[in-house]
């Protein structure tokens, strides 16, 4: 009986692509919130679905968009990058105007921010789509070379594009960190889009789950006083947060 159930929420969900706990409840009305949730968790263990706030959403809906390098990247530590993600959304203001990066981790922002009258630049296709079936939110693609690896896009060009646009925050999900070497990607066309939009924004805001401290990627697009606020997940090492703290960062 669990079994088929949870075949049925598989196959519900690659047929809809997304459904809510509520939605669910409506196909299961015998069958508890909690058991449903820990039907989704199964799911996931088996990478066949995403779990998002308030519900799940299949892995080949992100495949439709994303590809398969992507797609594995969205299904690593997803409660630390929903969790992540909603402190974000919470930072986000009415009739701001604000830069999102690419990552898996600002996927899950675009689904967790909230509807308001903002515009958002972006490099992320997966983020732009999410966005856009958003009805309050402008969003304003930035072109040049499509990067597979986390579905982005990347231009030598871009310093003239970001000359005429003008955000007031920059929120960006780093690959990796370590103290000495700051917070990298792997991509150096990336690391210099990243750069131009962290000098550009009035405030940096960090997200950054633990499973990236210690990692190394090629390119530094930005180092710990160049931000304004960390936004990480509860397995975040205290003596990190400290030397954070100590140069009056916000750690959330």
């Known amino acids: 009986m669990k079994r088929e159930r949870i075949e049925e929420i598989a196959e519900l969900l690659d047929k809809r692509g997304?459904?809510?706990?509520?939605?669910?409840?409506?196909?299961?009305?015998?069958?508890?919130?909690?058991?449903?949730?820990r039907?989704?968790?199964?799911?996931?263990?088996?990478?066949r679905i995403i779990r998002v706030r308030g519900g799940a959403m299949s892995v080949k809906e992100?495949?439709?968009?994303?590809?398969?390098?992507?797609?594995?990247?969205s299904t690593l530590h997803t409660d630390a990058k929903i969790k992540i993600a909603q402190k974000a959304s919470s930072l986000?203001?009415?009739?701001?105007?604000?830069?999102?990066?690419?990552?898996?981790?600002?996927?899950?922002?675009?689904?967790?921010?909230?509807?308001?009258?903002?515009?958002?630049?972006?490099?992320?296709?997966a983020v732009a789509i999410e966005l856009a079936q958003k009805k309050n939110i402008n969003v304003t693609m930035i072109?040049?070379?499509?990067?597979?690896?986390?579905?982005?896009?990347?231009?030598?060009v871009a310093k003239s594009y970001f000359d005429n646009t003008n955000f007031e925050l920059a929120v960006i999900s780093a690959t990796a960190f370590t103290p000495e070497h700051g917070?990298?990607?792997a991509s150096q066309i990336e690391a210099d889009l990243?750069?131009?939009?962290r000098a550009k924004a009035k405030s940096l805001y960090m997200m950054l789950d633990s499973s990236k401290i210690g990692k190394i990627m090629p390119y530094t697009f930005a180092r710990i006083e160049d931000i304004d606020v960390l936004i990480t997940d509860d397995?975040?090492?205290?003596?990190?947060?400290?030397?954070?703290?100590?140069?009056n960062i916000v750690v959330m």
């Open 235 to 247: 397995a975040f090492p205290p003596e990190l947060k400290d030397q954070f703290v100590q140069k």
């Open 62 to 73: 992100v495949q439709k968009v994303s590809g398969e390098p992507y797609t594995k990247k």
């Open 92 to 125: 986000i203001d009415e009739n701001c105007s604000l830069f999102v990066d690419g990552g898996t981790t600002a996927m899950y922002l675009a689904k967790e921010m909230p509807d308001l009258n903002i515009h958002v630049f972006t490099n992320g296709l």
């Open 194 to 197: 990243l750069k131009l939009a």
């Open 18 to 37: 997304k459904l809510s706990l509520e939605q669910l409840d409506g196909f299961f009305p015998n069958v508890s919130q909690m058991t449903l949730r």
């Open 39 to 47: 039907d989704l968790f199964q799911l996931e263990q088996q990478g």
């Open 143 to 156: 072109g040049g070379q499509v990067i597979r690896e986390n579905l982005s896009t990347a231009s030598p």
């Open 183 to 185: 917070f990298s990607c």
